[in-house]
């Protein structure tokens, strides 16, 4: 099992829609849990860290389940703009100290 | 505030040669990371540096590549010899501390072994 797996994607979606995204993570002492954005052939760029009561940004929701070990992105009111690849980051302490797990991304198409 | 400055941008070589990276963190970040990122995949660590110590080589693949942060600011990550499966982007990233703070990314540096 990978340390972090993503919804395989791609999502296509019309503007205006409700999209959701989820992500497992195996290492049950995971501490810290990111979203990333990567626009094509760029590097990634923090979209939100996610707290354990759950946060919200504008359009954007975060949530996290620590039972089940899942966290979770929401897109409200879909936008061009937010075609992109979602990367679910998941920190924890390891022997060495903190590591950093990087999911292999989840494509989303906002159509017209 | 700068971001993550990293050079070369490309990089084109043949195998069996060698290529190094150089990357500037945030003023002041203590933790740097260096990324592989093979197109269609998410980023792979290949070695975080708290300050100028290892925190996490793992994934580093040693009998190739080095990677160095003296005085705990800049680092060079190098490949010597590159293999074809060495083209990807080399990602740069730095955070205040190797907790709870997200880490902000350079442009990455494209590297092509032909």
């Known amino acids: 099992r990978k340390e972090v797996e993503q919804d395989p994607g791609p999502f296509n979606v019309p503007e205006g829609a409700t999209v959701a995204f989820n992500c497992t993570y195996s290492n049950s002492a995971s501490q810290s849990f990111f979203w990333y954005r990567q626009d094509c052939r760029k590097e990634p760029k923090l979209l939100m860290s996610v707290y354990s009561s759950g946060n919200e940004d504008g359009r954007f929701t975060a949530q996290l389940n620590r039972a089940s070990q899942y966290i979770s992105l929401l897109i409200r009111d879909s936008k061009l703009s937010d075609s992109a690849t979602y990367l679910c980051v998941v920190r924890g302490l390891n022997t060495g100290g903190f590591k950093t797990i990087f999911g292999a991304g989840t494509r989303l198409f906002v159509k017209a | 505030e700068a971001g993550v400055a990293q050079s070369p941008r490309y990089k084109i070589i043949e195998k069996r040669q060698s290529v190094a990276f150089w990357c500037n963190p945030i003023?002041?970040?203590?933790?740097l990371y260096w990324y592989q990122q093979i197109l269609g995949q998410g980023p792979k660590l290949l070695i975080q540096f708290q300050n100028n110590g290892v925190v996490d080589d793992s994934q580093l693949p040693k009998d190739r590549f080095s990677a160095e942060r003296l005085k705990g600011v800049d680092s060079t990550l190098k490949i010597q010899p590159a293999k074809l499966e060495d083209s990807a982007v080399y990602l740069c990233?730095?955070?205040?501390?190797?907790?709870?703070?997200?880490?902000?990314f350079g442009q990455g540096t494209r590297l092509t072994v032909v």
């Open positions: 990233a730095s955070s205040p501390n190797a907790g709870g703070a997200g880490a902000f």
């Open positions: 003023s002041g970040h203590a933790t």
